[in-house]
């Protein structure tokens, strides 16, 4: 049935959502799981309780779905960019037509608050005329040679490509990669994460009605296993990951067996510099944004905040008040600004971070506690009090280690040089910020930084036009931006001879 989970959405409210529909989607439609596979529980963070089940694909469902991608790959390359195009606005206008309801859908799922949702959607309408603009403007080179001879380059899609997402951002990531794939004549099959695999599906619904051929975006359901097969399957041709550093390592073999050209947009654990010169209220805020979105589960999260010494007072006092006034509770509501962690595990091991660091030395200023808020509906939910920690030294574990929860740890620093050193001193590198009034230093210290972004006076903006990648083991490739074209594409080089072929021989 075409978009059934939306129908679902009208009146849904936090705990009342339960989805029945199929999560797989090829040849057009969404695709029952094979008879006799054994199904998981999906949970709505907010409440604990079961959303729906998942059951993940096997090698044949796999197969299925990318022969599916690979017949409408054949009538999708050969259009012309700007018939692609047209799809693609349509696509677009359809999602912002849908925004409430597949933000309301993606909070149920993710846990995040809708205020959050409702821009992420708004992001992935300008993903997607973003990269159908670019879709009817992509063109190669001419060279003239010697002779009259010439050459000219083409810009070829490079056939299946698989994307494989993590679920902090699951409509996102599913956009994020198809929309620049999709605008170079690729086709894609994608696997969300299984803990959110139900705005994915919603994305191929989408694709279908705006006019995409058959099988063009197909989802397949389900975990390590599903994305095994999905590496290793001989006929795709690309793998685009969004995960952790070890899944990504891993992702990065099985393609290198099939020399599969890879995207990696891996984890991190970003320094935010504030300089004592800076804005305070704004290096407050952008503290905040660089700590708190998403419960803090967002991979380029500024997590490592470096202050200058002489303003770390003031500094702490603004932050711990802005942090403890931070509304956590029910998502779906508007004035909610923090919801519930991905799942009960995850809840877990943020809470064991805390009482590491505590362990380690560090000073709870604030939260770090599971909460339970006061609806009674949500008391099985997934809430913790969003943390700032102080007295952080450089060899704890809060301060080295990806936590993926709303925890700040805060560093003293003097110097610029001492600053610089220890905020490279990690093997991540996906983003990095400062904060300071004098316009070189900050430009002196953005060429410093290791890391893929570097955000001056803000944090956490990422326009669709801006490149994103990371540095070191946050991964390489680029998404967003004009540049990642060039990884959804290969060019072809055609030389032409006007005369006689001169041969040594
Ligand atoms: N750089 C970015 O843009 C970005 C964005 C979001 C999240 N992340 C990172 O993602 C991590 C959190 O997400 P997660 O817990 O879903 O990560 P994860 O690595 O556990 O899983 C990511 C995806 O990989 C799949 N997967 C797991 N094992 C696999 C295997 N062997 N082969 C193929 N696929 C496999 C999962 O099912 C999921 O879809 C964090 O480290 C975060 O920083 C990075
Ligand atoms: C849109 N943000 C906030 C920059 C997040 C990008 C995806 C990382 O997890």
Redesign the pocket.
């Known amino acids: 049935m075409a978009h059934s989970s939306l129908f679902a959405m009208g009146a849904a409210s936090t705990g009342s959502l339960l989805l029945s529909d199929n999560l797989n989607f090829w040849d057009g439609e969404r695709v029952a799981p094979r008879p006799g596979a054994t199904a998981e529980p999906v949970y709505e963070p907010a409440t604990g309780r079961v959303l729906c089940q998942l059951t993940p694909c096997g090698s044949d469902e796999v197969d299925l779905a990318i022969q599916s991608a690979r017949g409408a790959y054949v009538q999708w390359s050969k259009m012309a960019g700007m018939e692609r195009a047209r799809v693609m606005l349509e696509a677009a206008r359809i999602i912002r037509e849908r925004r409430e309801k597949i933000a309301k859908l993606e909070v149920i799922n993710n846990g995040k608050s809708i205020t959050e949702a409702l821009a992420d959607i708004d992001?992935c309408c300008q993903c997607m005329e973003y990269y159908a603009g670019l879709a009817s403007t992509m063109a190669g080179q001419h060279i003239q040679l010697p002779g009259g001879a010439f050459a000219y380059t083409r810009r070829e899609p490079l056939g299946v490509c698989v994307g494989i997402g993590?679920w902090?951002?699951p409509f996102?990531i599913a956009v994020v990669k198809s929309a620049p794939a999709l605008a170079c004549g690729n086709a894609m099959v994608f696997k969300p994460s299984p803990m959110t695999p139900v705005t994915a599906v919603v994305l191929a619904e989408i694709y279908q009605e705006a006019g995409v051929p058959r099988g063009l975006f197909c989802v397949v359901q389900g975990g390590a296993q599903t994305g095994t097969l999905l590496c290793q399957h001989p006929e795709v041709a690309k793998v685009s990951f969004t995960g952790s550093v070890p899944t990504g390592k891993k992702v990065m073999e099985m393609s290198a067996r099939g020399v599969k050209p890879v995207t990696l947009e891996l984890g991190g654990k970003s320094p935010l510099i504030i300089f004592n010169d800076c804005e305070l209220d704004n290096a407050v805020k952008g503290a905040l944004m660089a700590n708190f979105?998403t419960q803090g589960q967002?991979?380029?999260n500024g997590t490592r905040v470096f202050v200058q010494r002489d303003i770390m007072t003031q500094f702490l006092e603004k932050v711990v008040s802005r942090t403890k006034a931070i509304a956590v509770g029910d998502p779906l509501l508007d004035q909610t600004r923090m919801g519930a962690l991905i799942s009960k595990p995850q809840l877990e091991k943020v809470l064991a971070f805390v009482k590491q660091a505590k362990e380690q030395g560090a000073e709870v200023l604030c939260g770090g506690e599971p909460l339970v808020p006061a609806d009674p509906k949500l008391k099985e939910g997934y809430f913790m009090s969003p943390c700032v920690l102080d007295n952080c030294r450089d060899d704890m574990t809060c301060v080295k280690e990806e936590i993926f929860g709303p925890v700040m740890s805060v560093l003293p620093f003097d110097t610029e040089e001492e600053v610089l050193r220890r905020a490279n001193n990690t093997t991540f590198g996906l983003a990095s910020g400062v904060f300071t009034r004098d316009i070189s230093r900050a430009h002196r210290v953005a060429e410093k930084l290791e890391a893929g972004t570097c955000y001056i006076n803000n944090y956490?903006i990422?326009p669709v036009e801006v490149p994103?990648g990371g540095y070191k083991m946050s991964g390489f490739g680029r998404e967003n931006g004009q540049v990642a074209i060039e990884y959804y594409s290969q060019l072809k080089t055609v030389v032409v001879e006007m005369g006689d072929v001169e041969s040594l021989f």
Do not use: H, M, T
């Open positions: 992001g993590a902090n951002y996102q979105l967002v991979c380029c956490n990422s994103f």
